[in-house]
Each structure stands twice: as structure tokens, then as C-alpha cells.
């Protein structure tokens, strides 16, 4: 079945550590995409990548970086400068432009002790 | 820029009672309009979306939602709720316009119906 893949499901880090989440994709979609999820404040956009090896900032891209080097993966690093990372942190894909709509992965709860 | 807002934070809500969840944005060019929903440890998935034609839109489990342009609402209702409605339900706004941008979620309204 095509979807989309987030690992690890739960991911526990200690404080000034550098932590990257998987997601991966074979739905053979060119957009990639990064949310971060808080209760009572939506989805707020992190990155996202429309071709391969190129990618834009979102609106809360502070402490957090990312790569596209091949279609089917887009990795997100939460950096040690990332003020408040403890979230849950979801992955889309679509087909084209945002217009088409978007897959979900079903996430990764990151805390960090 | 543009935003979403949803009516409600949390809706309760018995089995076969009607549903209405409010959803306004603010943008003033033509938007494609969406509705996602979450069930507990599932990924969102799309419940229904509007791009053009008939406001009326039909999604799928019986949801429906109107798009009423004067009020920049998207509002969802479904007649008679069941308990596996129990989820949390997302507005999300895209403009028409300019295929550079992404989705505008609302904060998202979780919905408990009781059995």
C-alpha cells in the first residue's frame, strides 16, 4: 500500500540534543511536508519541499532544518536551538501543489527531559 | 496574511445528536477549503474539500459542509453523530490564486460524543 512513513512513533531526547525524524514516502509525490502539532494551535507549518533538493521555510522554521536529496524521503532535524521541541510532529505529502490536498503520516511525539 | 479560526475548542455531544462545527477564515481572494479529520492514534485523514461549483459539499461517513462566501465560513454538520465520530476535526484554508502557497489550519475542535 502507498502512504507515508514517520519513524520513530515516539522519540525521547535530552535537552540540547540534536534529533532527526524520518518520513518517508512512496506515493511518488513531488511536495513534502513538515507540521508541528500543540494542542489548541493547529498544524503550524515547519518546511516544506516542492522538488527535490530544494526546500523553504515555513512559518515557525526557527531550530529546525531539513533535506530533500531524494523524492521519497524528507528528513527533519529538531536542533538544540529549538526553544520549546517537545510536539507532536506530523509529515504530508501531495501530488503537485498544496491545492491537491495532502497525505499524512501518522506522526511522531517527540519530548525532550 | 491569512487565518482560520474554528468556533469551538470542545464539543460534547450524545450518539444520534446533530453536529455543526464552525469554521470562518480570512482572506480575500478565491481559497480551496478543507476539512480533515483525526481520529485517536490515526493520521488526518480528508473528510471533504470544496474548490469550486455547488457550496454544498458531500465527504465521506455522512459529513457535509457549506461554503458560504459572504461569511468566509466552511461550516461542517453531520445529522446524527455516532460514537466513532469521537476525533479531532481541522479547518484548513489554501488560496486559489497563487500555487506557491501552502494550507492554513484552524486550531482544530475535538469532538467527544458519548454513547
Known amino acids: 500500500d502507498g502512504g507515508i512513513t514517520q519513524s520513530p512513533k515516539y522519540l525521547f531526547r535530552k535537552e540540547g540534543q540534536n534529533v532527526t525524524l524520518s518520513c518517508e514516502q512512496n506515493?511518488?509525490?513531488?511536495?513534502m511536508y513538515w507540521y508541528r502539532q500543540d494542542p489548541g494551535q493547529g498544524l503550524r507549518l515547519i518546511y516544506y519541499?516542492?522538488?527535490?533538493?530544494?526546500?523553504q521555510k515555513g512559518d515557525i522554521a526557527e531550530g529546525y532544518s531539513v533535506s530533500r536529496e531524494k523524492k521519497e524521503s524528507f528528513p527533519l532535524t529538531v536542533t538544540s536551538a529549538q526553544k520549546n521541541p517537545t510536539a507532536f510532529y506530523l509529515c504530508?505529502?501531495?501530488?503537485?501543489?498544496?491545492?491537491?490536498?495532502?497525505?499524512f503520516g501518522s506522526g511522531t511525539r517527540l519530548t525532550v527531559v | 496574511a491569512q487565518s482560520v479560526s474554528q468556533h469551538n475548542h470542545h464539543v460534547i455531544l450524545s450518539e444520534a445528536a446533530s453536529l455543526e462545527l464552525g469554521c470562518n477564515y480570512s482572506?480575500?481572494?478565491?481559497?480551496?477549503l478543507f476539512w480533515y479529520v483525526q481520529y485517536p492514534g490515526q493520521h488526518l485523514q480528508l473528510l471533504l474539500k470544496?474548490?469550486?461549483?455547488?457550496?454544498l459539499v458531500k465527504g465521506i461517513k455522512g459529513f457535509e459542509a457549506e461554503f458560504i462566501k459572504s461569511k468566509f465560513s466552511f461550516n461542517l454538520r453531520k445529522p446524527s453523530v455516532q460514537w466513532s465520530d469521537t476525533a479531532e476535526y481541522f479547518c484548513?484554508?489554501?488560496?486559489?490564486?497563487?500555487?506557491?502557497?501552502?494550507?492554513?489550519f484552524g486550531p482544530g475542535t475535538r469532538l467527544s460524543v458519548l454513547p
Open positions: 519541499s516542492q522538488i527535490v533538493n530544494d526546500f
Open positions: 504530508a505529502s501531495s501530488a503537485g501543489t498544496a491545492n491537491y490536498g495532502y497525505t
Open positions: 506515493l511518488n509525490h513531488d511536495a
Open positions: 482572506y480575500g481572494g478565491t481559497v480551496n
Open positions: 484548513a484554508v489554501i488560496p486559489d490564486d497563487n500555487y506557491g502557497q501552502n494550507f492554513v
Open positions: 470544496y474548490f469550486s461549483g455547488d457550496p
